[in-house]
């Protein structure tokens, strides 16, 4: 069973730092990707920034590249991606969610594929 577990979030001020935390665990655990994604009141979902286990950094619209940054643990059953925050905008205010991808060595090695959500952390930026 894949868990996948936000921290962080809450309000502040413009222009200030933030960090949003999210470890992915399970047992016999191979990730293929983690991401951030954000859906603000009324729009889609959005991707913020996918890492896949290549080391590959891909980041979404919404003008977070340059302020946004991610760091990445991959150690034994756990992932941990942190989203790095800064100059934050009330644009930038929204639900933001984690994402996994990869898949779960059953009996055999035999592999099962997951695509696991955590429940989502708010960020508001006020003025």
């Known amino acids: 069973q894949v868990h996948v577990t936000e921290t962080g979030g809450g309000s502040v001020r413009a222009g200030r730092f933030m960090v949003l935390g999210c470890v992915v665990s399970g047992n016999r655990l191979q990730t293929n990707s983690m991401a951030w994604f954000r859906q603000a009141p009324g729009k889609q979902r959005e991707l913020v920034v996918r890492?896949?286990?290549?080391?590959?950094?891909?980041?979404?619209g919404g003008g977070v590249r340059g302020r946004f940054a991610v760091s990445r643990d991959a150690s034994d059953s756990k992932n941990v991606l942190n989203l790095e925050m800064s100059r934050l905008r009330p644009e930038d205010t929204a639900q933001y969610s984690c994402n996994a991808e990869g898949v779960t060595l059953g009996d055999w090695d035999r592999p099962s594929p997951f695509n696991s959500w955590g429940q989502g952390t708010q960020v508001i930026v006020f003025a």
């Open positions: 890492v896949r286990k290549t080391g590959e950094v891909e980041y979404g």
